[in-house]
């Protein structure tokens, strides 16, 4: 005679399909959530650690030649400008400049829609795969998936936040120093 646990029949386990369309929306959700957090961390935060970098820089050129500029006497100022207007057009520079502003604009507005579209693609991937899986019947544990995205997610904003206080912003890129030698170095050699 067989024994009860014998008779007692195996647990059945779900199609493979059924599991891959599981760990697809798994998946598929994470993405979202990572190109939603790069998309906000980039556009909010790195872009304009960026620009302000590029501006500090310049300003200390700016603010040594404005401070030198206080300490000049009227004929010394005329006698810099007539100088530095044979070397530079102001009405140019500053045409120039308007036009590098509107094309950058330009430029980086087409990127930034960009990483909306790709974030817009993967929530419609997910939606399709939710909507399938909602149509199918799939059993899901949709407070589970949602919730261990969401943990993961916040995790990787965490990390990143620390990494860029610890690592990245206190990164020394090239002082105004070295670049003054540069260029006096630079000068010297071509003229």
Do not use: K
């Not at 980039?42 to 500029?69: H, K």
């Not at 300490?71 to 400049?97: C, E, H, K, M, Y």
């Not at 950058?104 to 974030?119: C, D, E, K, T, V």
């Amino acid at each position: 005679m067989p024994s009860p646990l014998e008779l007692s029949p195996s647990p059945l386990l779900p199609p493979w399909h059924h599991t891959a369309h599981r760990w697809a929306i798994r998946f598929i959700l994470h993405i979202v959530l990572i190109s939603l957090f790069e998309t906000l961390f980039f556009w909010l935060f790195i872009s304009r650690t960026e620009d302000d970098a590029l501006i500090g820089l310049v300003s200390s050129y700016t603010g040594n030649l404005l401070s030198a500029c206080q300490n000049l006497t009227a004929p010394q100022r005329t006698a810099v400008l007539d100088v530095l207007n044979l070397f530079i057009n102001s009405t140019t520079t500053d045409t120039a400049g308007a036009a590098a502003a509107a094309d950058r604009a330009a430029f980086n507005g087409i990127l930034l829609r960009n990483s909306w579209l790709y974030f817009s693609g993967g929530l419609a991937l997910l939606a399709t795969t939710v909507g399938a899986a909602l149509w199918r019947r799939l059993q899901m544990r949709w407070g589970q998936i949602c919730a261990e995205n969401l943990v993961l997610v916040l995790m990787l904003g965490a990390y990143e936040w620390m990494f860029f206080r610890t690592v990245v912003l206190r990164y020394q890129a090239v002082s105004p120093a070295e670049l003054d030698r540069m260029v006096v170095d630079q000068v010297e050699d071509t003229c």
